[in-house]
């Protein structure tokens, strides 16, 4: 019998904002997978930490009993909840940290703005960004592939999906990059985030602005001129709204594609593999995304007593969800810790599961695609520094490289319409 079935707390001392789970973290999630499913660990006041396939999905799937919502009262700063551990202290995210039944109405809202119709609208403007930052560096032979490359394309897809000023995506991802990556008992944590207080700001204004113009085809557009439910949004909705889909937007898709990327340049045999049969990329780009998991995990919330396999969750309980564990499951994936680019029937949960399972999907396949292709035409015999290549030191929300210097044979610049 697994110990944890009928004892109310299976320690351990897990913290998924460690230094230890940045360098550790496959073999963490497998021992305590193995061991105990379901464990309690001692850290940030007490959680509860999800890591086999089953467990996690069956409670992103209740979404009753597993509450995604988060109170913050800006007067105070008190906050409790939401999908972060420990709670961030900065707006709630929307619609990512509501409950059923507001949840339906904001899901509904923002819905028809990521279909992969609507997303296939903007695969020109990933392309044009990714040619246009290669055209930048492509004749000194050298770039930081992060900073360079695999940050800004999303980052300025977001911009433009947001309706925000392209030429500001620096200023609007820093802030947010550093938030996600700074452990939440950091010293300059406070600091942080109170960086990202411009972000809203700038989000504010521009908002206030496309209430005087006509409708445009962008989100603060959109927000401003439509009605939820028979309702205009609050101003605190519209920043609810543009913090989700902002931080969605700008990190995770820069994860997965620099990992993908050192992946290749690490397993040359592979990349050449991929080279030659385009038409694998939407495999390897599954499996790349089960593989490192761009966000490692998120929270809930226990919304009333229950049982849980035999184990009692109490009301206001705080549960950790390592997607990044799950999709290591052997009991799902076969050789869960090797990369199979061809990996058949891929039932990963990298966009999370249940009703809040990633909105932005598509977008994510999108701009992986175009960033990719646009490496693989101009530069595929780029070289990886890693001694100066630096992961996240905290991968506990997202699984990333802050930076990452690469070399290439120099090329020239392409035609393009866009000079940055
Ligand atoms: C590789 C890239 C991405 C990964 C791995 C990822 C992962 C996730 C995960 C795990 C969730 C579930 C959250 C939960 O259950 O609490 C989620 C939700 C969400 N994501 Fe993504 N995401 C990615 C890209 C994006 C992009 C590009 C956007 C926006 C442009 C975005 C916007 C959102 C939003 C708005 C939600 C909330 C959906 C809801 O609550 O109904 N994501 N994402």
């Known amino acids: 019998m697994n110990e944890a079935i009928g004892t109310r707390r299976c320690p351990v001392h897990f913290d998924h904002e460690s230094a230890e789970h940045t360098t550790n973290w496959v073999a963490e999630f497998d021992a305590m997978r193995e061991k105990y499913p379901v464990a309690w660990s001692d850290r940030h006041g007490g959680f509860w930490v999800a890591t086999s396939y089953d467990a996690v999905v069956r409670m992103a799937k209740d979404a009753e009993s597993f509450s995604s919502?988060?109170?913050?009262?800006?007067?105070?700063?008190?906050?409790?909840?939401?999908?972060?551990?420990?709670?961030?202290?900065?707006?709630?995210?929307?619609?990512?940290?509501?409950?059923?039944?507001?949840?339906?109405?904001?899901?509904?809202?923002?819905?028809?703005?990521?279909?992969?119709?609507?997303?296939?609208?903007?695969?020109?403007?990933?392309?044009?960004?990714?040619?246009?930052?290669?055209?930048?560096?492509?004749?000194?032979?050298?770039?930081?592939?992060?900073?360079?490359?695999t940050g800004p394309v999303p980052a300025m897809v977001t911009m433009k999906l947001m309706g925000l000023p392209l030429h500001e995506w620096r200023q609007f991802a820093d802030p947010l990059h550093t938030m996600v990556y700074t452990a939440k008992d950091a010293p300059n944590y406070a600091e942080v985030v109170g960086d990202v207080a411009w972000v809203f700001q700038r989000c504010a204004e521009e908002y206030a602005r496309y209430l005087q113009e006509p409708e445009q085809d962008n989100l603060l557009s959109y927000f401003a001129h439509n009605d939820m439910d028979g309702r205009r949004l609050t101003l605190e909705e519209v920043l609810a709204f543009s913090n989700n889909i902002i931080i969605g937007g700008v990190d995770t898709t820069t994860a997965l594609t620099t990992h993908a990327l050192a992946y290749l340049h690490d397993h040359p045999v592979e990349r050449e593999r991929l080279l030659e049969n385009p038409a694998m990329l939407p495999f390897a780009r599954e499996e790349f995304l089960r593989f490192y998991s761009p966000i490692h995990g998120l929270?809930?919330?226990?919304?009333?007593?229950?049982?849980?396999?035999?184990?009692?969750?109490?009301?206001?309980?705080?549960?950790?969800?390592?997607?990044?564990?799950?999709?290591?499951?052997?009991?799902?994936?076969?050789?869960?810790?090797?990369?199979?680019?061809?990996?058949?029937?891929?039932?990963?949960?990298?966009?999370?599961?249940?009703?809040?399972?990633?909105?932005?999907?598509?977008?994510?396949?999108?701009?992986?695609?175009e960033m990719m292709a646009e490496i693989f035409a101009r530069i595929p015999d780029f070289e990886i520094d890693y001694e100066n290549s630096r992961r996240y030191p905290s991968v506990g929300t997202i699984n990333g490289w802050e930076t990452m210097p690469i070399r290439f044979a120099p090329g020239s610049r392409v035609e393009c319409s866009m000079v940055l």
Do not use: Q
């Open 69 to 149: 919502h988060k109170h913050f009262d800006p007067a105070t700063g008190h906050v409790e909840g939401g999908i972060t551990i420990p709670a961030t202290p900065i707006t709630r995210g929307l619609p990512v940290e509501a409950d059923k039944p507001e949840w339906d109405a904001m899901r509904g809202f923002i819905n028809r703005r990521f279909a992969p119709k609507a997303v296939e609208s903007y695969r020109a403007d990933a392309r044009l960004y990714a040619t246009a930052l290669l055209n930048r560096v492509i004749e000194t032979g050298a770039m930081d592939l992060v900073n360079d490359f």
């Open 299 to 369: 929270a809930r919330n226990v919304a009333h007593d229950l049982e849980y396999d035999g184990i009692d969750m109490h009301k206001g309980d705080r549960v950790f969800l390592a997607w990044a564990a799950a999709n290591r499951d052997p009991d799902v994936f076969a050789k869960p810790h090797a990369i199979d680019m061809a990996r058949p029937s891929n039932r990963h949960v990298a966009f999370g599961s249940g009703i809040h399972r990633c909105i932005g999907s598509n977008f994510a396949r999108m701009m992986f695609e």
